[in-house]
């Protein structure tokens, strides 16, 4: 097997996080927040294009679709850029790539085509493939192993941070706040109503023009600062995604974070339309709930479970947290009004450590196999194009949004059975 050369700088893994880890992990976290804030714009993106192109629930999830599912394209690729270039390639690729697809925005927003939007998600979720590839792994490297699910959970919760602020910010400049009933649709004669939905489709230009200059920024600083790195000068023909996946904790991650990921984007891309359905909220203050309510108790999740880390084991906290999302996901299916809203924000609050937790505990011990591992994770994202899309149809079939949340309760049955079983390493 290859083995990793030593780097010019200290080592990665060294005994403690020194003075010149210190700027990069800064840097690196930076990344966390950029891709959490562009993620969370989806949930405004969704109900807004919803009415701007007058879809269903199975169609406004294709949004969801195109994001995920570059994931599962791009994850491999962006693996071998990291082990042929190294970290800093990969997250500079990644960052031009993002930022290409926010300027795409424009395009799509003056041509008024729904497949142009999704277009434009899709590469920039290329190059957040690039970005979670990279800085998920090098988080856990900037430091002592023993505390790398520690570490990578203090870096998502910027991760959370951003959740909290991206709701509330495209809910300003994105939603409107006028919201028609199919007979005031009716009633509009064709030019009014093209011209209001054009009007409509407008408004994400200045929000994802803003976020595509900022990220050019980010890309322009990481290629100019000198950050510790790792690449691997020689493969060996054995090194390759099915190697990697002879480690069965890997293969139990794959699938858990394929359901995780799915669970959480269910419910926060629905989140919008359950508040409208559940407790009549119009879409403004169910915006102004998904980022000061669930945005904020995400954040506030990521940093609680990072320091309830320091006393219990990972694992044993992952089990608690998916034990209580499965309650709260029965709460969801079976009520009604404001305590629907809040058994929402308090899955957000339980999910919030399961990413990074999940990611970690299944790149654990991997060794030369970690990058593969790294991808193969990322990979298993494209349950966020599968899933919700499910939930759509259940929905649109059922006429009941509510019903569908079966589907967040089956993904975190499947994360409680990582974290009792999965996640336990074999020896090989």
């Keep these: 097997m290859a083995t990793l050369p030593p780097p010019k700088s200290p080592p990665l893994n060294g005994p403690h996080l020194t003075k010149n880890r210190i700027f990069p992990f800064a840097l690196i976290i930076s990344l966390f927040f950029f891709w959490g804030f562009v993620h969370n714009l989806d949930p405004i993106l969704i109900p807004h294009l919803r009415k701007t192109f007058q879809l269903n629930d199975l169609q406004s999830s294709l949004v969801d679709s195109a994001v995920f599912v570059a994931y599962f394209i791009m994850a491999l690729p962006a693996g071998y850029v990291m082990r042929r270039f190294g970290y800093k390639a990969g997250i500079v690729s990644g960052l031009i790539l993002f930022a290409a697809g926010c300027f795409l925005f424009l395009p799509a927003?003056?041509?008024?085509?729904?497949?142009?939007?999704?277009?434009?998600?899709?590469?920039?979720?290329?190059?957040?493939?690039?970005?979670?590839?990279?800085?998920?792994?090098?988080?856990?490297?900037?430091?002592?192993?023993?505390?790398?699910?520690?570490?990578?959970?203090?870096?998502?919760?910027?991760?959370?941070?951003?959740?909290?602020?991206?709701?509330?910010?495209?809910?300003?400049?994105?939603?409107?706040?006028?919201?028609?009933?199919?007979?005031?649709?009716?009633?509009?004669?064709?030019?009014?109503?093209?011209?209001?939905?054009?009007?409509?489709?407008?408004?994400?230009?200045?929000?994802?023009?803003?976020?595509?200059?900022?990220?050019?920024?980010?890309?322009?600083?990481?290629?100019?600062?000198?950050?510790?790195?790792?690449?691997?000068?020689?493969?060996?023909?054995?090194?390759?995604?099915?190697?990697?996946?002879?480690?069965?904790?890997?293969?139990?991650?794959?699938?858990?974070?394929?359901?995780?990921?799915?669970?959480?984007?269910?419910?926060?891309?629905?989140?919008?339309?359950?508040?409208?359905?559940?407790?009549?909220?119009?879409?403004?203050?169910?915006?102004?709930?998904?980022?000061?309510?669930?945005?904020?108790?995400?954040?506030?999740?990521?940093?609680?479970?990072?320091?309830?880390?320091?006393?219990?084991?990972?694992?044993?906290?992952?089990?608690v947290y998916a034990l209580i999302n499965c309650s709260l996901s029965l709460l969801v299916i079976f009520n009604q009004g404001l305590i629907v809203v809040y058994a929402l924000i308090s899955i957000s609050f339980f999910m919030s450590i399961m990413f990074p937790t999940i990611f970690s505990l299944g790149i654990k011990n991997l060794g030369t196999d970690t990058q593969f591992g790294s991808s193969l994770i990322v990979m298993s994202i494209v349950g966020g194009a599968i899933l919700p899309p499910v939930l759509g149809f259940i929905s649109d079939s059922s006429g009941s949004i509510q019903h569908a949340y079966i589907v967040p309760l089956i993904c975190f049955i499947v994360v409680l059975l990582f974290a009792t079983k999965g996640h336990k390493i074999k020896n090989i």
Aim: charged share 15%; proline share 4%.
């Design 109 to 319: 927003a003056d041509t008024h085509l729904y497949i142009l939007f999704l277009g434009a998600l899709f590469i920039i979720a290329s190059g957040l493939s690039f970005l979670e590839t990279a800085a998920n792994p090098y988080a856990t490297l900037l430091g002592p192993p023993e505390t790398a699910t520690q570490r990578l959970n203090f870096a998502q919760s910027f991760n959370g941070f951003a959740a909290m602020l991206a709701p509330v910010i495209g809910g300003q400049f994105i939603l409107s706040g006028r919201e028609m009933s199919d007979a005031e649709y009716r009633a509009l004669s064709p030019q009014l109503l093209q011209d209001y939905l054009h009007t409509e489709a407008q408004s994400v230009k200045a929000p994802y023009l803003v976020l595509g200059v900022l990220v050019l920024f980010a890309a322009l600083l990481f290629g100019l600062c000198k950050l510790p790195d790792a690449k691997e000068k020689s493969l060996n023909k054995n090194n390759s995604p099915l190697q990697a996946f002879k480690h069965s904790h890997l293969r139990w991650a794959v699938v858990a974070q394929f359901f995780y990921v799915g669970a959480q984007v269910c419910v926060g891309s629905f989140f919008i339309r359950m508040a409208k359905t559940s407790a009549n909220m119009d879409e403004k203050t169910a915006a102004h709930y998904l980022g000061w309510g669930y945005g904020l108790a995400f954040m506030l999740g990521r940093f609680f479970g990072t320091f309830l880390m320091r006393f219990f084991k990972s694992e044993k906290l992952l089990t």
